[in-house]
């Protein structure tokens, strides 16, 4: 059965830095990375890197935001620095599992950035 703990949302102001991070547990993970929800809007992606180390960012973040992730621990990491107003939203952890290919989301972690 995969889980899913995301920690790290909060609450900054313009120009401050959050790092989230989840940790998967239950199988073995292809694509791991995170997506965001902003009030009234569709949920996006942000940020993705598969086992193998590529990774893809949502233009919007590209330069301010940093995917990582530990294959030993099943841990992804994303470090948020020169936050913005518009970066305020739910953000969501994502898993593919490697065999299967089924995808899974943690529960979200609220981000609220302050101008």
């Known amino acids: 059965q995969v889980q899913l703990v995301e920690s790290g949302g909060g609450s900054v102001q313009t120009g401050g830095s959050l790092r989230l991070s989840c940790a998967a547990s239950?199988?073995?993970?292809?694509?791991m990375g995170w997506y965001r929800q902003p009030p009234g809007k569709q949920r996006e992606l942000v940020a993705t890197?598969?086992?193998?180390?590529?990774?893809q960012y949502v233009d919007s973040v590209k330069g301010r935001f940093t995917i990582s992730r530990d294959n030993t621990k099943n841990t992804v990491y994303l470090q948020m620095n020169s936050l913005k107003p518009e970066d305020t939203a739910v953000y969501y952890c994502?898993?593919?599992?490697?065999?299967?290919?089924?995808?899974?989301w943690g529960q979200g972690t609220q981000v609220t950035v302050s101008s």
């Open positions: 994502y898993v593919k599992t490697a065999i299967g290919r089924s995808d899974y």
């Open positions: 239950g199988s073995i993970f292809g694509i």
């Open positions: 890197m598969s086992r193998g180390g590529t990774t």
